[in-house]
């Protein structure tokens, strides 16, 4: 029975992909060293682990909608489930090292993305939980247990780097259709050129009103 280690090196913003990507660095370590290992499913849940680090009041402005009122923290700080992936390591003996292709998103309706987008400056400490199966030969199958984890301090800037390959300086909002309709006739009566613009606008007056 193989006994594990699995260690993440570093990241980066995954290269040449049609959406964005962080790709992990994993090192896979077979410490009881049981012999060669002819392929092995690799699966991982990555959560974020919010109590890990500290926190800037600009920071726990813009946490507000996640985890309410800083006053409300010891009890709304909580894990959030980034994603689940997956990949297939080829064969190897006693040591590999691989890369986890990990999708992200900067749809800010999806938790992890409201997290990763307040951060600015500073680490993401994340929790990698790792499961799967190994292949061996003559063929022969073992689990991999869900108890085999890993911790990793994301840079926030990786993240950004990844974000910027595809909405450089931006963001992304999701809207209905009906609002989007009702910000491009605004943007008609007011003759104002960008999306931007407009929100800017609204946003001012919205802030005048309620002065």
Same mark, same amino acid.
């Given at each position: 029975m193989s006994t594990l280690a699995i260690s993440v090196i570093e990241a980066a913003?995954?290269?040449?992909?049609?959406?964005? !990507?962080?790709? +992990?660095?994993?090192?896979?370590?077979?410490?009881?060293?049981?012999?060669?290992?002819h392929a092995m499913l690799l699966r991982c849940h990555l959560r974020i682990e919010p109590r890990r680090r500290a926190y800037t009041p600009e920071e726990k402005a813009r946490l507000y909608e996640l985890f309410g009122a800083p006053a409300q923290w010891d009890r709304t700080l909580q894990s959030v489930t980034w994603t689940h992936a997956s990949t297939l390591v080829p064969s190897y003996e006693r040591r590999t090292d691989i890369d986890l292709f990990v999708p992200v998103t900067y749809d800010l309706e999806v938790a992890s !993305?409201?997290? +990763?987008h307040a951060i600015r400056d500073g680490d993401i400490p994340l929790s990698f939980f790792f499961s799967g199966s190994i292949f061996r030969?003559?063929?022969?199958?073992?689990p991999i247990s869900w108890d085999l984890e890993s911790t990793f301090r994301l840079p926030s800037d990786v993240w950004r780097a990844t974000m910027d390959r595809f909405f450089a300086g931006g963001g992304?909002?999701?809207?209905?259709?009906?609002t989007i309709d009702r910000l491009q006739a605004f943007r008609g009566r007011q003759a104002v050129v960008t999306w931007?613009?407009?929100?800017?606008q609204l946003l001012q007056a919205a802030s005048q009103q309620s002065i």
């Open positions: 913003p995954a290269p040449q992909t049609g959406a964005p !990507a962080i790709n +992990f660095r994993l090192r896979i370590e077979d410490i009881l060293q049981s012999g060669p290992i !993305a409201k997290y +990763f030969t003559p063929f022969s199958v073992e992304w909002v999701r809207l209905q259709r009906e931007d613009e407009a929100i800017d």
